[in-house]
Structure formats: C-alpha cells, structure tokens
C-alpha cells in the first residue's frame, strides 16, 4: 500500500489549490480515504474523509470551501480547496483505512498514511 500525496505549494489568501493523492497497492473504492493537516505546533486534524464511492465527511468549519473526491478509475483522490485562509497553512497528509472503525474523521482509524505535502497561504 502506497499513498503519494501532490499539488501542495504557496497561495495567496482567496486562491485555491488542489491535491492529489495516488494509491497503489488497493483499490480506494474498498477504502476509507481521507485527508489531515497538521500546521507547526499544533495537532493534527480532520479535513475531509470519502467512502463508498461517494459518502463525504468533512471537518465543520471547512465543508463549503473545501471538496474531497476520488477517481477511482486513477485510484486518486483529491482535495479541492477554495478561498484560502492563512490559517489553512499546514502539512496535508493523505490516509486510508479499510475499516474506519473509530470513524471516518478520526486519525486512529487510519493505516496508511502519505509522506505529506505542504500547503501554504500567505
């Protein structure tokens, strides 16, 4: 299982960036997928999690500007995230799980985790 996370990069706040997140070894449709952030000196926290081919689950305050969604044909899924906030700078981590068992935005659920890619918005 291998999850490679891309498309982070510097923004300025109100643009938009997408990632990327490729799969190998598994089929994202079996999976739980999901994606953290993790900014300098604070935990890590839930962005969004998708399943079932399309069930979507995201952190409160950033459902509306943020989108998660998977080609499974690709074995990607993505991130969309709009109107950016510098608050939103932080390292983005791809994950998959076959069984969320403590839940779809719960990082304990996960098994296999990306190397991360950074996000910043300035």
């Known amino acids: 299982v291998q999850l490679v996370e891309s498309g982070g990069g510097s923004v300025q706040a109100g643009g938009s960036l997408r990632l990327s997140c490729a799969a190998s070894?598994?089929?994202?449709?079996?999976?739980?997928m999901a994606w953290f952030r993790q900014a300098p000196g604070k935990e890590r926290e839930e962005v969004a999690a998708?399943?079932?081919?399309?069930?979507?689950h995201y952190a409160g305050p950033l459902e509306g500007r943020f989108t998660i969604s998977l080609d499974n044909a690709k074995s990607t899924v993505y991130l969309q995230m709009n109107n950016l906030k510098p608050e939103d700078t932080a390292m983005y981590y791809c994950?998959?799980?076959?069984?969320?068992?403590?839940?779809?935005?719960?990082?304990?659920?996960?098994?296999?985790w990306g190397q991360g890619t950074q996000v910043t918005v300035s």
């Open positions: 994950a998959g799980t076959l069984n969320a068992r403590y839940g779809a935005l719960v990082d304990q659920s996960y098994t296999d």
């Open positions: 998708i399943y079932s081919l399309g069930t979507t």
């Open positions: 070894g598994f089929s994202v449709s079996r999976y739980y």
